[in-house]
Each structure stands twice: as C-alpha cells, then as structure tokens.
C-alpha cells in the first residue's frame, strides 16, 4: 500500500477501532451514561437516554453537550461511566503483532479518558505498544469531531498531519483529519462512503499486517 509510504504517525482511535463492535463494551458505557444523565438533570430514562443521543449527534459526546448546556463537572462523569467490566474483552496477538511493526510512532486519541483507555489496551494485550495516550481531558474536554481538538493534540504531540494516518470507527471523526492532509482509515463492519475516506476495513488486524507485509 504506497499509500502509507509516507506516514511516520499512526493515530488510533480507540473503542470499536482497537476493538471490533461486537464486543458491545460501549453498551455498557451507554447505560451508565443514561444513568448519569437521569440524576443529574432529574429526569426519566426514555428522556435521559434521547438526551444522551441527541448531544451525542449535536456535539460529538454526551459529555460534550452536557458540560455546554448543564456545565456538569467533567471528572466525576468520566470516571463513572467508563467504570465498566472488561472480562469480555479478549486480547488479540494478531492485532498487537501487526501494530508493533509499524514504522514510526504509535497513538491512541479517543474521546473517552486516559485511564479507561490504559485499560482497554490492557485487556486487549496492547500495553507497550503505543508512544502516547491522548483522551478528550487531553483537548480540554474539546471531542472529535472538532477541527480545534485535532490541532490540539497534534500540537502536543508534534504530529505532522501530512506524515500521519488516522483509523476510525466515526466517520464523522475523520473529516478535520482529512482536511488536515492526513491519510484516513475507516475501521467500521460496513463502508462508508465519502471523499474524506481514503480506505476502508472491517478487519483492522489483517487491514495493518498488509499494510507492513507491502512495505
């Protein structure tokens, strides 16, 4: 693939990227968000869960739309409804082989916490794998899809856009890299069409050791 002959940054998002969707540990994530919400705005389930979905879609988090339109305290949330069980989450040596031979710096950006991601990685055997761990606290609580969290963590990590690839479950999610000259990898069990799509995958794992295998 002399597609990515160029890159020097691999950037990964992290849940239903690292992990295929069928996992179903943003479910668990879900339901605790609905949660949340249901105390701290005072309101029913059928109402908690359609908020959550609605600031989702209109700010790219629940979070998000949260802190902008409740001014809710970010930390307490965060650690709540990423406190979930990882027993289903089983490692893939086939993912952690082919990640280690890329050439170049390795990143997660996901727009749930460091720690969550810590153990993520942890359960999927991908601990040590990664130069760098970026989570929405990372972008002052700015999510993707937001061009400005983008510019922010690049910033932080020295990340030259066009040097680097970003692989991603959210279409949405790859847009401002698009536009910021990067490569953009959908990792998803469907297509999705878009011209800010250069590829596609439903099988990250083979997706990255052709990849290498090519280079």
Known sequence: MRD???ITTWVFDLDNTL???QHRLFDQIEVKMTDWVMRALNVGRTEADRLRRHY????GTTLSGLMR???IDPGPYLTEVHDIDFSGLPA???????LAKLPGRRVVYTNACIPYAVRVLDARGLTGLFDAIY???SAGFLPKPEA???EAIFAQDGIDPTRAAMFEDDPRNLLAPHHMGMRTVHVAPKPVQGLHI???TDDLAAFLARLTHAT
């Open 56 to 59: 989702w879609d209109s700010y």
């Open 198 to 200: 250069h590829h596609h």
């Open 135 to 137: 989570g929405i606290e």
């Open 92 to 98: 893939d040596p086939a993912l952690a082989q082919a």
């Open 19 to 21: 992990y295929p969707p």
């Open 148 to 150: 400005k969290a983008f």
């Open 4 to 6: 990515f002959s160029h």
């Open 69 to 71: 339109e409740h001014q």
